[in-house]
């Protein structure tokens, strides 16, 4: 496909456990933006990477968030230590530019039990 | 720093009344800015953008939006609202002249009445 996947889908963990949700981006798509979407909140962002450039990290609530993204491509959301409030769609874009219009992805819907 | 702000979270409208979202940006330069759109359990889909080519954008689904730089709106219309706009709406913003990410607003979710 040539859209932005995400996988799992769904995701159901226990509190304190580790997850790693997974974002598969549009081939050729430079930006890669990741967010969260809790029930009734709008999109709060976690981070973004950009090419080569260091990531805006500002976006991630704690030091138990991380990412990575490999070789300008595939991205990795890692959650440590999970907790319920961690409970959200996670959604993952793409874009060709920092500028351009974002491509989202479906979404990981995690819930911490 | 940029922002954007959308009026109302919830929006409930007649089948066939015109639909107005509001959303209002703060950026020191000059934006591009978007709509997008978020259908009952599915990911976010781009309605419309704006990128100073011209100032009434129009996208998809009989939306458009007018840039007003005086007002530093950019709200969403369609004349005659259809049962399948039921969605939830977010308004963007992010700037054009350095790399940056998008700002979305809080969401507005539309809802249409029989």
């Known amino acids: 496909g040539a859209g932005v996947s995400q996988s799992p889908s769904n995701k159901v963990t226990e509190k304190g456990k580790d997850v790693e949700l997974r974002c598969d981006p549009i081939?050729?798509?430079?930006?890669l933006y990741w967010y969260r979407q809790s029930l009734g909140q709008g999109l709060e962002f976690l981070i973004y990477f950009q090419g080569n450039s260091a990531p805006d990290k500002s976006g991630l609530p704690s030091d138990r968030f991380s990412a990575e993204r490999t070789g300008g491509s595939v991205s990795t959301l890692t959650i440590q230590r999970t907790q319920q409030e961690d409970s959200a769609v996670y959604l993952c874009a793409s874009s060709l530019g920092a500028n351009n219009e974002q491509f989202f992805g479906p979404g990981t819907r995690l819930t911490v039990l | 720093a940029q922002s954007v702000t959308q009026l109302g979270s919830h929006v409930s409208v007649s089948e066939g009344a015109l639909v107005l979202l509001r959303c209002n940006y703060s950026s020191s330069v000059p934006p591009y800015l978007f709509w997008y759109v978020q259908y009952p359990n599915q990911g976010l889909q781009l309605l419309l953008k704006?990128?100073?080519?011209?100032?009434l954008v129009k996208g998809i689904n009989g939306f458009e939006a007018e840039f007003k730089k005086s007002e530093t709106s950019f709200h969403l219309t369609k004349p005659s609202a259809h049962m399948s706009d039921a969605a939830e709406y977010f308004c963007?913003?992010?700037?054009?002249?350095?790399?940056?990410?998008?700002?979305f607003g809080s969401g507005t979710r539309l809802s249409i009445r029989p």
């Open positions: 704006y990128t100073s080519a011209a100032t």
């Open positions: 081939s050729g798509h430079t930006a």
């Open positions: 963007a913003v992010t700037q054009y002249s350095s790399a940056s990410k998008i700002i």
